[in-house]
């Protein structure tokens, strides 16, 4: 799988990738093992640091389903919100700009 435009700037970590998948799909929430197999990171590697992503409010505890807790990127952090407008500067940086022909 091709890594995204951000991930080509800022680096291939598994706190980076993890943060990368939420971005592109923020409006969803996941349960740890579907966050591990989409963002590509280890579960027990994304266990490491997943509870300082919570403590730090980075993410979210929505729900549980069946045994499984649903997370999602908290929105309304400060922290999340520039980490969003990073994001996104970054990768609008990096896309090509496509000429418009009339």
């Known amino acids: 799988m091709k890594q995204s435009l951000f991930l080509k700037a800022y680096g291939n970590s598994p706190v ?19 966050i591990a197999k989409n963002s590509r990171v280890g579960y027990t590697t994304l266990k490491l640091f997943w509870k300082s992503l919570v403590d730090r409010k980075i993410m979210s ?33 990096a896309t090509p700009k496509l000429k418009v022909s009339a």
């Open 16 to 34: 980076l990738r993890v943060l990368d998948f939420f971005v592109t799909f923020q409006e969803y929430d996941y349960s740890m093992k579907d």
């Open 61 to 93: 505890h929505t729900r549980v389903v069946g045994k499984a807790k649903m997370y999602k990127l908290n929105t309304t952090n400060p922290e999340v919100k520039e980490f969003i407008k990073l994001y996104w500067l970054v990768v609008d940086k």
